[in-house]
């Protein structure tokens, strides 16, 4: 039987920069762009593009993808809407989504070999972005919220590269239900032990969930 592989649509960079929307100034490299040439993937990420802070960056969000799927959700909602890095992603990718997606998953793109580490954290960047004041509540009642992979082998990556799964992490905990846990259900105990079993959950995330806020 196959692996599983998963088309990327598309592979984004971005540069930081001083980004005015209406009333808010910030630094941001969310405005991404296609990359058009192989580009070196390290445990940080691509070596083309930047974070401005490091709630975005760091090994255990490395990159950041956002399902293709839900673009048709926001077309009508979002002012400005783009069909590149809609959400500052890194990888728009087809077939992948918060519900099959489990954390722990490992994949092979290009030479790299990456692996599911937590869900995104929708933040306030996207609301100014946008201009849409409720956006972060959208995001998370949708749970449309994409996900971070770190990255277990170094290399390069191209345009063409899809991901194929290479092994589903044993416990399938999908980050679906990690958001769930996050944001409706944290007293639930049995979800959330579940949630905190698995080995490859970022550091980071798992003390959030055991009581620090997000």
Known sequence: MKNPVYKVISLNAGKIETLTYGKQTIESAIRKQPVGEPVYLSRMGLVCDEQAT???????????????EHYSYWRDILPDFSETA??????????LTEKNAHIGDTFSFGETIIQISEPRNPC????AKYDVPDMVIKVRDTGYTG????????GTVKPGDNLVLIEQH??????????DVTFFDRKNKEKLEKVLQ????????RNSLKGHDL
């Open 54 to 68: 490091e709630v975005h960056g760091g090994a255990d969000k490395a990159l950041c993808l956002y399902p293709y």
């Open 86 to 95: 809609l959400f500052g992603e890194n990888l728009t990718v087809e077939g």
């Open 124 to 127: 306030y960047k996207l609301a």
């Open 147 to 154: 996900f971070y992979f770190r990255v277990l082998q170094e």
């Open 170 to 179: 044993p416990h399938q905990v999908s980050v679906d239900l990690v958001n």
């Open 198 to 205: 698995v080995d490859a959950l970022s550091e980071n995330y």
